[in-house]
């Protein structure tokens, strides 16, 4: 309407013909938001599974500990003979056992970063 390709009468001819969409699809947003409470808390309870996962897989049937090993890898483990070979690891996965990383640098005051550190070796 501003660039004069539609008149404000075809607008609102246009909004009233959308607007029970629209409403419709602001409805289903409300519906599918969730307190940031309860984002906390599934985020807890996601890094509180991660950081225990060892724990959860051995007390586990077979079947529990292959849908534990795909929801870790979920394009699936490959083997060539020799070795087992991950295409990806879920980014959420990555993410939480990253936070370890994060949080053991500033416990111990100094960073990771290998190149900082001597070489040489004193006997």
Partial sequence: MLKEEITPAEYREIKAEYQPEINSLEAQVLNCSTPSNKIDDLINKAVDNVSRMDCLYENRTVIEKRLIVSSIYPEKLTFD????????????VRL????????????KGHSSNNTEMSFKVTL
């Fill in 81 to 92: 003979g020799f070795n087992y070979r991950t295409p990806r690891i879920n980014e959420a």
């Fill in 96 to 107: 939480i056992c990253s936070l370890d990383e994060a949080f053991g640098e500033i416990k």
